[in-house]
């Protein structure tokens, strides 16, 4: 059975209704806010604006990870998040996700106020495991074939739900063989990492699947391409999409949806959690 709560740092998270993780990009790139809050000042505003609407998690992140995104060195990252880490954990009472695939980052991000370390590479960078083991700092685990600049060239799976369950339970064990407990760990299959409309639209079919190796399911598809293609409209034009997404996901049991538009996804999910079934 999947665990009811989780611990990060001083803070807890209850999993008895889903949790909304609010995205707070500090990055010039992002493919939907990119540069909007890469001023402290801005950043901090947004992110009690977020905590106003329901957010429980704010996510932050200093390096884009769409398609074909630049890669950023270990210096800039840092300037770019512990700052507002320290600054969020100062001033406002959230749960700080730190997304990043950075050892160092990870590191300091802790040290920082973070209480939760979100890595779309689930750990498998030099010194990451290591690192975010021991922070003593839950994980979040996100599957992606290949890496951000050419993921999306023509990604191919036997058995999409399949190998995605096999890699994210493969990479848990690794980190309880690290020194982590298994209650400290999340897993995200990634949607739009690696994969094409129909891998995407098949593992969200199965996210019930993927609850049964037994950890709380993050889902990240706000605004993403994959509803663009669906519904044929622009990033700015996904709302709806990404509502009707969120819904799916809290119906199905996921633990964390991760999303631009907060207070709109958490009017959604409380209807959907108290029609629930």
């Given at each position: 059975m999947v665990q009811q709560s989780l611990q990060c740092a001083q803070r807890t998270l209850d999993f008895a209704s889903p949790v909304v993780m609010g995205i707070l990009n500090v990055t010039p790139d992002s493919f939907s806010d990119g540069g909007l809050y890469s001023q402290l000042d801005s950043a901090l505003r947004q992110a009690e604006k977020m905590?106003?609407?329901?957010?429980?998690?704010?996510?932050?992140?200093?390096?884009?990870?769409?398609?074909?995104?630049?890669?950023?060195?270990?210096?800039?990252?840092?300037?770019?998040?512990?700052?507002?880490?320290?600054?969020?954990?100062?001033?406002?009472?959230?749960?700080?996700?730190?997304?990043?695939?950075?050892?160092?980052?990870?590191?300091?991000?802790?040290?920082?106020?973070?209480?939760?370390?979100?890595?779309?590479?689930?750990?498998?960078?030099?010194?990451?495991?290591?690192?975010?083991?021991?922070?003593?700092?839950?994980?979040?685990?996100?599957?992606?074939?290949?890496?951000?600049?050419?993921?999306?060239?023509?990604?191919?799976?036997?058995?999409?739900?399949?190998?995605?369950?096999?890699?994210?339970?493969?990479?848990?064990?690794?980190?309880?063989?690290?020194?982590?407990?298994?209650?400290?760990?999340i897993i995200d299959p990634g949607f739009g990492f690696g994969k094409t409309l129909l891998h995407n639209i098949s593992l969200f079919k199965n996210l019930k699947q993927l609850q049964k190796l037994g950890y709380p399911v993050l889902v990240g598809a706000s605004r993403k391409s994959m509803l663009g293609q669906i519904i044929d409209k622009d990033v700015d034009e996904r709302l709806a999409a990404s509502l009707a997404l969120a819904t799916m996901a809290a119906i199905n049991g996921v633990a964390i949806i991760r999303v631009h538009d907060v207070a709109e996804t958490v009017d959604a999910v409380k209807v959907a959690n108290a029609l629930k079934l």
């Open positions: 905590l106003q609407e329901g957010a429980e998690i704010i996510d932050i992140g200093g390096e884009s990870t769409r398609p074909g995104a630049q890669a950023v060195n270990e210096s800039e990252e840092l300037e770019r998040v512990i700052p507002i880490i320290e600054k969020i954990n100062q001033e406002l009472d959230v749960v700080v996700s730190i997304d990043t695939s950075k050892a160092l980052v990870m590191t300091e991000a802790a040290a920082a106020g973070a209480g939760l370390i979100n890595d779309v590479m689930a750990l498998r960078a030099d010194g990451a495991l290591d690192a975010a083991s021991q922070t003593g700092l839950p994980v979040c685990l996100m599957h992606m074939q290949g890496e951000p600049r050419s993921m999306q060239m023509e990604p191919l799976y036997d058995n999409v739900v399949t190998e995605v369950s096999a890699f994210l339970n493969a990479q848990a064990e690794k980190c309880i063989a690290a020194g982590m407990n298994k209650n400290q760990i």
